[in-house]
C-alpha cells in the first residue's frame, strides 16, 4: 500500500513513509492509492474475531511495511482490557430495539481519541527506535486531544511531548488529568493567553524551519493517517455487534469537529462494509452540516467560532475534510487543489451547482445540527428514557441520528466522550454529578506539573532547547 496527496504533489510513498508527517509536502493530506476491498468471505471471518485480530486484519492492509509478527505484537500491546476496560476495547450497548450506543471512551482519558492516540503511541516508539532517531511532540490543546496524547506518549522511547495550554481555561478536571503527569517525557506548559495564542506558537516554531529540522518537531493532530485508520476498526467492530449478518446495513451517527472519526466511517464503507448512511452531526459551529445540507463550505474565521458545551467540537474548519472531497470529485487532485485555493483566497467553495452535490447522496452522508438546548433536552430525555447519562459530544450525535432514523435500519450512536470530562452541563440537565469511572474520584486532588509561560514563541523554542 502507498500513500498519495489529495493535491497530487507527493510521490507514493509507504506507510512508515507518512506516519510522522503532517501534512504532505504539497500542503495536502495523504490518502491510500486504492482502498483495500473487503471481500464477503472476509466479513464472514471478520465477524467472528476480537477488537485486538480485527484491529491486526485492518491494519496489516494499510501497514504492510511493518512486519506482521511486529504489528501483531504493536496491536496486542496497545489494545489491552487493562488499557480500555473490556477485551470488547469498544462494546455495543443498546437503548431500544434499532438504537446503539458504540462505546468509544472507556480509555485512560475517557475519550474516543484514546483509540487512536494509544496506537500512535507504540507505532511512533517502534519506528523511531528502528531508525535510531528522536522527535519532540509540539501541541496546543484546550482539552481532549492534548490529554489523549499525552497519555499516549508517556513514558515512550525517543519522544517528548511539550504541550501549550491556556493558562486556567479547561476544566479542573482537564486540567488535572493532564497537569498530575509526572512522566520525565512530559511537559504541560500553561501559556498565559488563550487557545489561539497557543496554535499561534505551535504555527510559529513549526514555520522556523531550521529549528524545526534541528529538534525534531512532529505533531499528533487529527490529520494523522494513522490515527484515521485506528477508528476504521470500530465501525467494522460495531457493525458486527449490531447485526446477525453480513446482508444488513445500519447506519453511524457520528459527533463531528474536524471529520476525523466520520472520515474513518467513509474509509469502512469504501472498503465494503455495508454502511448505509453516515450522520455528520455538528453543534452550533454547523461548517459541515452547512456543507452536506447546501454544498457550500465555508470556512469561518476563529473569531466566529461558538464556545459551546460540546467544546471538543467547535472548530472553524474541518481539518480531515479534504480526503472525503478528494474521493467526491472522483480522485482528480488537481480539482482538489483548485477548490482549496478558493478557500485560501475566498474563505470558501461552492459545489450545490455542480454534479458533486447529488453524489453526496451516493456516499452515503446525511447531517445535522444541535444547540445547547438541544443537548440539554437530550441529555435529559436519554436519562429519563433509558436510564443512562450521555455526554455532550455523544448528545448531538443522539439526537441527529434519531432525526435521520429509519424503519429497519439498525443506528449506531457513536459515543465520544463519558459524560464526568463534562459534568457542568450534566449538572445543568439533570441537577446533579454524573458518575466518575473508578480511579477518577479524587484526581483534582493530585499533585500537579506544569511550567507557565508568556504568549511567546520565541519562550517556546528557549524551553525546547534547554530540554533536549
Ligand atoms: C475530538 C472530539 C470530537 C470530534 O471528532 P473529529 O474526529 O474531530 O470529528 C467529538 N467528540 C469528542 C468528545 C472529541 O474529543
Sequence with gaps: MRYVSTRGGMPPTPFTGILLEGLAPDGGLSMPETYPQVSRADLDAWRRLGYRDLAFEIFSRFMDDIPSADLRDIVYRT?????????????????EPGVHLLHLSNGPTLAFKDVAMQLLGNLFEYVLAKR?????????????????????????????????????????????????LQDANIFNIAVKGVFDDCQDMVKAVSNDLSFKAKYRIGTVNSINWARLVA????????????????????TFSVPSGNFGNVCAGHVARMMGLPVRRLVVATNENDVLDEFFRTGRYRVRPSSAVAQTSSPSMDISKASNFERFVFDLVGRDPKIVAGLWKQVDTNGEFDLSATPYFARLADFGFVSGRSSHADRLATIRRVHATYGVIVDTHTADGIKA????????????????????????????????????????????????????????????????????
Design 79 to 95: 489494545y489491552t482490557a487493562a488499557a480500555f476496560g473490556s477485551d470488547d476495547i469498544t462494546p455495543l450497548s443498546t437503548l
Design 401 to 468: 441520528g434519531l432525526e435521520q432514523r429509519e424503519a429497519g435500519i439498525p443506528l449506531l450512536c457513536l459515543e465520544t466522550a463519558l459524560p464526568a470530562k463534562f459534568s457542568a452541563t450534566i449538572v445543568e440537565a439533570l441537577g446533579h454529578e454524573p458518575a466518575r469511572p473508578a480511579g477518577f474520584d479524587r484526581i483534582e486532588a493530585l499533585p500537579l506539573r506544569y511550567d507557565v509561560m508568556p504568549a511567546d514563541a520565541e519562550a517556546v523554542k528557549r524551553y525546547i532547547e534547554a530540554r533536549c
Design 132 to 180: 535510531g532517531d528522536e522527535l519532540n511532540i509540539l501541541g496546543a490543546t484546550s482539552g481532549d486531544t492534548g490529554s489523549a496524547a499525552e497519555y499516549a506518549m508517556r513514558g515512550k522511547q525517543g519522544v517528548r511531548v511539550f504541550m501549550l495550554s491556556p493558562d486556567g481555561k479547561m476544566s479542573p478536571f482537564q486540567t488535572a488529568q493532564m497537569y498530575s
Design 231 to 250: 477508528q476504521v476498526v470500530y465501525y467494522f467492530k460495531g457493525y458486527f455487534a449490531a447485526t446477525k449478518g453480513n446482508d444488513e446495513q445500519v
